[in-house]
């Protein structure tokens, strides 16, 4: 399982970008991904969570009608639509795969850095 992040960068307060995590090595469509985000200095903090075929979604009250998630199963793809980013947005974001009935999360990118500073 590879799970492969990008889009991230520096971005104004107000502004938006589009993460992207290209997965392989496993039935993309079968299963539910995430996307986790850590800020400098702090823990881990779920973001969002979509389901195997794209209709379930789910969002963190900090991100809940600024983000929206999406998977692209024929792409193998999942994104990660960023509006509104403030600057506690700050922080490395990951793509995460589902072990199978929301039960945990069993694979992880390795990240990419989104910085909203004015």
């Known amino acids: 399982v590879v799970l492969v992040e990008s889009g991230g960068g520096l971005v104004q307060p107000g502004e938006s970008l589009r993460l992207s995590c290209v997965a392989s090595?496993?039935?993309?469509?079968?299963?539910?991904m995430y996307w986790v985000r850590q800020a400098p200095g702090k823990g881990l903090e779920w973001v969002s969570t979509i389901g195997w075929d794209g209709r379930t979604k789910d969002y963190a009250e900090s991100v809940q009608g600024r983000f929206a998630i999406s998977k692209d199963n024929a792409k193998g793809t999942v994104y990660l639509q960023m509006n509104s980013l403030r600057p506690e947005d700050t922080a490395v974001y990951y793509c995460?795969?589902?072990?199978?009935?929301?039960?945990?999360?069993?694979?992880w990118g390795k990240g990419t850095l989104v910085t909203v500073s004015s």
């Open positions: 995460t795969k589902d072990m199978g009935g929301y039960y945990g999360m069993d694979y």
């Open positions: 090595g496993f039935a993309f469509d079968e299963y539910n």
